[in-house]
């Protein structure tokens, strides 16, 4: 990349010779090793020395540099096979690898060579020329490669799996540097001819071949025997004269590691190596991949422009929680990858996060007038340490990885997707027809699904799917319908008389919150109401959020001004104001508005549109002046006046919140008004304030909310709200009502005993569960075209598996915990359903007692596990079979042998 002024730059005749031999440099392996394993050589020093700072923004320097590409082929067949075993074969994959992946490193680092980056199942390895000149490091390099070539000749893994590799290496100038910092995480990449000379003479060459670039062989042409080949490159045979320095890499260690150097590891690591727990790091999970590749962005294009792309994919992939893996740079362009459903960054939703991710990173990279093609595909991965004790990377590896990359390099500057991703997401996203296309390593023609655009959200008066009549939940369900019973007693009253509204009393408004854990029913129950609501002939409003929404607030414009999070306000308000005011998506107020202003070129004018319907609904002239403020919630352009634009900061937020209220004050001054909640988990201070300032104002504002509990700390407004209302703790379905619910969805009259039984024993009184077990019977029966009913007796249900979503449910649960919590559980997981205290000490990796009794505690209060009822007061049993089986799966086999011998 070319170096812009705004960045340092540094010639290579700026040496780091002095700070090589500076006496601070500590040649030992310490604690902090576990770190510096992950941080490459040449970003190391530099850092380390205080060349760079990384406070001082993305750095990019010119350096003469020798390096190898090692490629080992067969690998990808030997994956995609193997990941068929399923858990068993993904880990073996890793295995093996690594076992290749740790003769590589040993020669390399003897060699004086450095570690940069693994790509799968490749590597890339680099000999600085700024200590020496670049002949030596070319015959470093070279020499690396003919010397990894001899070991693998009589090399086979203890699996008995024997690969090949061809390898090439090539010189000159690369530039070197580092991108990044959004929410504290840097990549380092390296780019220029040579790395792209690499790429394409590793693709002409064959196993066991080290092919070299044709300016390598001008280097090495007086002390090496080589032929020409293909393109321009050398076939090297032999290296006559190898260097007398062939020493090892030096490693920089200190007893302080600056903290700057873990902004280079994936959030997820630093917390294992915090807890001392990187040995388990390592583990087998659901995840959406997704790999973004920008072909033009090469070293002609400026640090600054990278940077600027760079750090906005990073502010895309953390708004939908995704986890940036790494970053990659080949002849290809920038490639990065990502994952969804990341240890620390689970959710129930990750597929549906990582397309909607998708969508919007491609979106943004065209409107910058850049190409990009983005492949996606979901599946079981392994996701760990990938290389040896001396260099390594934490990486995902799996059939998904390599899908997904398949996938980009078919999408040809659009978004592909596979069959999985494409099933999961299907009422979020609209996709296009599927391309059928043959994909290596997939037999037969595979379905690759364009991703168009996200599913149009409803909006105005609450609507959600309800299928057939409500199972269960009769005390909650009797409580909603005298809630309703009372707000329409109340409306009768107040709107047939209108004096009588100054006589309502804060009594009248109705205020009720129902928490449970995730999977109980609660989105059912507020569907319930709203039927009950419409029967009642209420005016009910659905505001639901999620994280995604929670973490992207529609910001409330302040000109030079950037506020807190608690200053936004989420979607779910924007809806409701887009209905009271009628204005949709597309800024347009109205029947008659769309009728006056057809023609979409023509600038409609909002400002008075929404002026005429606010002065009639009887706002004053003050606050008819302050409409501009509204464009924080409409989003249709809205400019600031004179008295607006000097509102900034917290006057403004204040301001618009008291605008708000005050419409919808006015607005309930004709018609009730009922706020129905759902997912209030994810709403934000700000929301919550507004709802809170309403109901206290407004008598006949009504709130439902549905919730899971919401952790510590909570937002002061919230619990201000919550002091207000009835609460209801929402608990476990009866056994019987779960039944039901199956025999509903199913459609049949009854159950064959033998499913009633796995109900009654799998879903603990679940509705998610039962649903989730019904839908999948449903849709492996239906296939047949025959009666479900006549099908149900001879269905095996040994091979039932849980469901993505509530795998994702439970994981995201998991993943709320520290590091040293998650460890107790999956080791407790590993005894089984029920466990004793005394054998978990045992056989913990810690044997802390005061530890894992704490870690206990906490999964106590979490209602992950619960104390036995069996008499003996150090038994545990976890509340839910899912809970214990879903912890289990997500330790590698090699570690779950390790527990159960012990």
Partial sequence: ?????????????????????????????????????????????????????????????????????????????????????????????????????????DIVHSNGGDVIKFAGDALLALWDASDDDLLLSTCKAASCALRIQEELLSMTSQDGVKLSLRISVTCGDLRVGIMGGNHGRWESFLTGKPLREAGVACEKSLPGDVMISSDAQSLLESISVSDLSSGGFFHLKEILTRPDSMHDLDDYMFEDVPLKLKNFIPIECQARIDAGQLGWLNELRRVTVVFVNLPNIDEGVSIVEAQQIFVDLQDILHKYGGSLNKLSVDDKGISLLAGFGMPSMTHGN??????????????????????????????????????????????????????????????????????????????????????????????????????????????????????????????????????????????????????????????????????????????????????????????????????????????????????????????????????????????????????????????????????????????????????????????IGLEDNQRTTKMRGEIRAKNTQKFLCEILRLYCMSTSFVLVVDDGQWFDSMSWALISIVSKIVPTFHVVLFTRPIPSPQPTEFKNFEQTCSRFVMQSMPDDDCVQLVVQILGVDKLPFAIEDLIRERAQGSPLFSSELALSLRESLSASGENISSQLSEVDLTDFTISDTIEGLITSRIDRLTASQQLTLKVASVIGREFDFLLLIQIHPTENEASIESDLDVLRYHELITPCRNGRETSYIFKHAAIQEISYSLLPESRKIELHTK
């Fill in 350 to 635: 990750d597929a549906v996060r990582a397309a909607l991710a998708a969508l919007q990173m491609h979106r943004h990279v065209n409107m910058a007038q850049w190409r990009c093609s983005i492949g996606v595909a979901t599946g079981k991965v392994f996701i760990g340490i990938i290389g040896s004790e001396q260099r390594c990377e934490y990486t995902m590896i799996g059939d998904a990885v390599n899908l997904s990359a398949r996938l980009m390099h078919r999408a040809r500057g659009k978004i592909l997707c596979d069959t999985t991703t494409r099933k999961i997401c299907k009422d979020a996203v609209v996709f296009g027809e599927p391309l059928k296309e043959t994909i290596k390593g997939k037999a037969g023609l595979c379905e690759l699904w364009p991703v168009i655009r996200q599913q149009k959200a409803a909006s105005g008066t609450a609507q959600m799917k309800c299928s057939g009549n409500m199972i269960g939940r009769q005390e909650e369900r009797n409580v909603l319908a005298q809630m309703a019973s009372d707000i329409a007693m109340v409306r009768i009253s107040t709107f047939s008389r209108r004096p009588a509204l100054v006589f309502l009393q804060k009594k009248d408004v109705k205020k009720i919150i129902f928490v449970g854990e995730a999977g109980l029913g609660k989105t059912r129950l507020a569907t319930e109401f709203l039927k009950i609501g419409k029967e009642r002939g209420l005016n009910c409003f659905l505001a639901s959020a999620d994280e995604v929404q929670m973490s992207t607030p529609f910001h409330v414009s302040f000109p030079d001004c950037s506020l807190p999070l608690a200053h936004y306000l989420l979607q779910p308000w924007r809806i409701i104001f887009q209905h009271i005011l009628g204005v949709d998506e597309y800024g347009v107020a109205g029947n008659e508005f769309n009728r006056r202003y057809s023609d979409s070129g023509c600038k409609a004018n909002h400002m008075g549109t929404l002026k005429e319907r606010l002065t009639t609904m009887g706002l004053s002239e003050e606050f008819i002046k302050l409409i501009p403020l509204l464009d924080s919630v409409l989003s």
């Fill in 1 to 105: 990349m070319d170096q812009n002024v705004e960045f340092p730059f540094l010639d290579e005749n700026n040496s780091l010779e002095e700070m090589s031999r500076s006496e601070t440099c500590d040649k030992h392996f310490d604690d902090n090793h576990d770190i510096f394993r992950f941080i490459p050589q040449f970003l190391r020093k530099p850092l380390i020395f205080n060349k760079y700072s990384i406070e001082d923004g993305p750095w990019c320097e010119k350096r003469k540099c020798a390096i190898m590409f090692a490629d080992i082929l067969g690998f990808t067949a030997l994956t995609e096979g193997l990941a068929k075993r399923g858990a068993e074969g993904v880990e073996k994959i890793t295995q093996i690898l690594n076992t290749y992946f740790s003769v590589l490193i």
